[in-house]
């Protein structure tokens, strides 16, 4: 194995977090950095000529390859977990830019209790109505410590939309149920198409708050804080999924990179896939004190280049931001800190595996036509008067909530088709395609985005059987839907059903309810936990500043550090908590190294 001249920092991912990391500290230190990402190089340059629905779509171009690495698995550790060699359900990213090249670009924030998720959960209903087996715990972070730091997320996404709390005053039509905002999305709304404003008009009837989705989608053309300037939306439709040809859709390729290519010290290796943090069991205490006769620290990483070739890159500090699994994958791979066993509740590692709960309510079928085909990811209406905890759960089976949407994503003529109405009982055949062909443009679903509460039962651990190209266990994924998801469904299909009559459908498919957990329909990619966050070494892998409790100069970035999901996408409290990370690590750690307390 070749060792690399020593770098000051190293990041392990080229995507939101990673590159986010980059320029941040590139700009504010004169350190050397080195972003390692196992991926291609991308632009949006690169997306101007080929929007191809079966390459992109469907055949997932820019997704990770699961010939070469995937996970595995199970409902429980009784059965044998199996290796996803078709994504579906979730769809990571690979190349620079990660998943937020062919993200949908929402932009809400989590509820402020949902980091407070056990006292708050406590104080109000008492500790018996917490589910069976949960590990529900606080984050050790409140809605007001992040509150700042959402606003630069915001800024740097040149978010679109209207705040519905404004410092405390409850402003119609942005989200009143929100918590509180410092500022002002950067952008107005975007445009409002037929099927999400019907929503609107709906759900206004039916005594509901609508407010226009917030969305990293440029509404006008706009410049944000770092002189990063993008052009508006087309509603063109080709956007989840697809990198944006016009660079109105944030993505970390045509908001942070070209920064981050003007710092010469920072150095973008593509084509590197980090294998193991390389790391001391000594070295390196509590307080910062090198070459203590206790303590851990990281001394760099190793990675595989294109052609198979290992290397040793030394760092003094090392940045994990490589996606939820990866960054759960890596530790456990280089043997850092304690792995969860269910069995006994010791360890951290592995814990809290939450997916956020997704489902397509109610699907409405119309009488006009809806003009499906334009659009983009977070183009939509939505309303949150059943999110978190925002009304009463004292007489419902259930804990928490979720939001209501009417999205116009842009349907496609093969992603998009398909649909028919309950009266229509041909399941193939000319009678099922004449039926299909007709609700191509006056179908669509009115979504539900909920929380996922955290059990004991939901973790990550190594697959005993499984290995990656490189002869690495692959990680292994043990989760099912346990009663408080099922009644949640329950409940909200019947709010999804009583909005779609309202909206004037004809007839309505409502969604039929959850069973087990089933890896064949697309969920979201919003996959979180195992590497989590807690005030106390002995609840969590990281510290609330996002550092290992066991390393001091080893940092977890993204939704891995999440003790629960809440209902809202998660990117921007992502970015929110790098840029919380990366002030923390400028103004304090570098200058007296050691625990942050
Ligand atoms: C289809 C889709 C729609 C989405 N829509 C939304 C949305 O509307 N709103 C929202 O908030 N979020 C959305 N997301 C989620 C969002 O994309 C992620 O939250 C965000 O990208 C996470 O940032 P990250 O840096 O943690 O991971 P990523 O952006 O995925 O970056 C991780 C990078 O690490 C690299 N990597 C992994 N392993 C290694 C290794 N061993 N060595 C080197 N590099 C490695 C990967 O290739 C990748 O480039 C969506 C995601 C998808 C896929």
Not at 263 to 271: A, M
């Amino acid at each position: 194995m070749k060792t690399l001249p020593g770098a000051d920092i190293v990041i392990i991912g080229g995507g939101w977090t990673g590159l986010l990391m980059a320029k941040d500290l590139g700009k504010r230190t004169s350190l050397k950095i080195v972003v390692l990402e196992r991926g291609g190089m991308r632009r949006t340059e690169d997306y101007a000529s080929d929007m191809d629905e079966l390459d992109y779509f469907i055949r997932l171009r820019m997704m990770q390859n699961t010939s070469r690495e995937t996970v595995t698995l199970r409902h429980n550790p009784g059965e044998r977990a199996l290796p996803i060699r078709q994504l579906a359900c979730f769809l990571p990213g690979e190349g620079i830019g990660g998943a937020g090249e062919h993200w949908t670009a929402q932009c809400p924030r989590y509820q402020p209790d949902c980091l407070q998720l056990y006292s708050k959960t406590v104080e109000r209903y008492g500790e018996k109505r917490l589910p069976e087996n949960h590990s529900f715990q606080d984050w050790g972070v409140t809605y007001d410590d992040l509150e700042p730091y959402y606003t630069r997320a915001e800024q740097l996404l040149s978010v679109s939309g209207k705040v519905g709390n404004l410092r405390g005053q409850k402003i119609e039509g942005g989200n009143i149920f929100s918590g509180w905002y410092s500022a002002e999305y950067p952008n107005p709304p975007l445009k409002t198409p037929y099927f999400p404003a019907l929503f609107g008009e709906a759900t206004k009837s039916l005594g509901y708050h609508p407010y226009h989705d917030p969305a990293a989608m440029n509404s006008v053309p706009s410049t944000n804080p770092d002189g990063v300037s993008r052009a508006a939306c087309l509603y063109c439709g080709f956007c989840t999924r697809y990198g944006c040809m016009v660079g109105a859709k944030a993505q970390p390729t045509n908001t942070l990179l070209p920064l981050v290519e003007q710092i010469s010290r920072v150095t973008i290796r593509t084509h590197a896939t980090v294998r193991r943090i390389v790391h001391d069991k000594t070295g390196y205490d509590k307080a910062g004190n090198d070459k203590a006769a206790s303590g851990a620290k990281a001394r760099g990483v190793t990675y595989l280049d294109a052609n198979g070739e290992e290397f040793f890159q030394p760092a003094d500090l090392v940045i994990l931001g490589s996606w939820t699994m990866n960054n759960n994958r890596l530790l456990m791979l280089s043997g850092i800190g304690e792995p969860y066993d269910p069995a006994t509740g010791k360890g951290t590692l592995g814990r809290n595996l939450t997916h956020q709960v997704i489902f397509p309510g109610a699907v409405g079928f119309f009488e006009k036509s809806l003009n499906r085909f334009m659009g983009g990811g977070a183009v939509g209406t939505r309303i949150s008067d059943f999110d978190g905890d925002v009304f009463e759960h004292s007489n419902l089976p259930f804990l928490r909530g979720g939001t209501f949407a009417a999205s116009a994503y842009g349907a496609q003529p093969i992603s998009g088709f398909g649909r028919v109405p309950p009266s229509v009982k041909a399941r193939w055949g000319a009678e099922w395609k004449k039926a299909a062909v007709a609700s191509y443009d006056r179908s669509d679903a009115i979504n539900f985005s909920g929380e996922h509460v955290p059990y004991k039962t939901n973790f990550y651990d190594l697959d005993p059987t499984y290995k990656d190209y490189a002869g690495d266990p692959l990680l292994r994924l043990t989760i099912d839907w346990n009663d408080n998801e099922r009644k949640t469904a329950e409940f909200m299909t019947a709010k999804a059903v009583e909005i779609a009559r309202a909206m004037g459908a004809k007839e309505i498919n409502p969604f039929p309810s959850y069973d087990h957990y089933d890896v064949r329909r697309y969920q979201s990619t919003h996959v979180q936990g195992g590497t989590i966050m807690a005030a106390t070494p002995d609840r969590g892998v990281v510290n609330p500043y996002l550092q290992h409790w066991q390393m001091p100069n080893l940092f977890v970035l993204g939704g891995s550090t999440f003790p629960n999901q809440g209902a809202a996408n998660p990117t921007p409290t992502i970015l929110a908590f790098t840029y919380r990370t990366a002030d923390a690590i400028v103004d304090r750690h570098l200058k007296k190294l050691g625990m942050l307390a």
